[in-house]
């Protein structure tokens, strides 16, 4: 997507011209209808307008590309959206069943990072693609901005179902991302140092799909609403490298499931 429609998207987002929005990315499906991730955006904004099933319909598409692309975790997330919205959809039980023994099924195994390896180019929060559009002054002026929070073994720095308008770096540790669906708790994945999380909160206004718990002490960035705005305002192209940290996530997982 050209850095012109994320402006436009964004400009639209901001001033709350939610039917903008939805045309926009009307717009990304014409030219990529086999983007999962255009169909998820494609939901979320009908949610907001209040358009639930068609919002469905476009969630319904996205979880079904996830499968067949073997991002099975990702479907998950998004059929755990549906039943937000239809607890009695049969299609979205019925499909999550199935995607949860797939999970299961596969042994687990260890999912790279989304950052590059460090370099002296891109030194620490550089690493990360959401970081890339800065060079390494502006990012520590950003960090110095972001309030830095310290977590114990097993705590919840985001729950599940709760709302939330932050997106959180971390600067040291590891965490889990877990999601409850069909009565059973599932790690969706593992965070580590550079990594981020909280993005589709913030920028879906939605609940927050997943809880993320520190596995050991843990320390994180978080960076709130003005200062997000701020960097997006500057820089409306982080928005193409969040799709680009939601695909580098399950690479492992993908690779892993097509050979099996």
Same mark, same amino acid.
């Not at 500057?234 to 690479?251: A, C, H, Q």
């Given at each position: ?39 998820? !955006? !494609? ?25 067949? $692309? ?13 039943? #937000? ?26 999912? $790279? ?9 891109? *030194?620490?929060?550089?690493?990360? *693609? ?61 965070? #580590? ?68």
């Amino acid at each position: 997507m050209g850095t012109s429609l994320f402006k436009k998207i964004f400009s639209a987002i901001k001033s709350d011209k939610l039917e903008d929005v939805e045309a926009n990315i009307d717009e990304l499906l014409k030219n990529d209808p086999g983007n999962p991730n255009h169909h998820v !955006k !494609k939901g979320d904004i009908c949610q907001r307008l209040g358009k639930n099933k068609k919002a469905i319909g476009a969630y319904h598409k996205a979880a079904y590309i996830f499968r067949e $692309q073997g991002f099975l975790k990702k479907s998950l997330a998004i059929y755990k959206i549906i039943l #937000r919205l239809d607890p009695g959809n049969v299609m979205a039980m019925d499909n999550a069943e199935q995607a949860i023994r797939e999970v299961e099924s596969i042994e687990e195994e260890f999912v $790279q990072p989304v950052y590059v390896e460090e370099t002296q180019e891109a *030194p620490g929060m550089a690493r990360n *693609p959401f970081f890339r559009p800065f060079n390494s002054d502006e990012i520590e002026q950003i960090l110095n901005r972001a309030e830095l929070r310290n977590y114990s073994d097993t705590a919840v720095i985001i729950r599940e179902d709760a709302s939330g308008d932050s997106i959180f770096a971390v600067k040291d540790g590891t965490a889990t991302v877990v999601t409850s669906l069909l009565g059973r708790d599932i790690e969706l994945a593992t965070l #580590r140092t550079g990594d981020i999380f909280g993005e589709v909160a913030f920028l879906t206004g939605r609940a927050r799909t997943a809880s993320v718990i520190a596995k050991g002490d843990l320390t994180v960035h978080e960076l709130k609403r003005p200062l997000l705005e701020e960097m997006l305002e500057r820089k409306p192209e982080i928005m193409e490298y969040l799709n680009e940290i939601y695909n580098l996530r399950s690479k492992g997982r993908e690779d892993k499931i097509k050979n099996v």
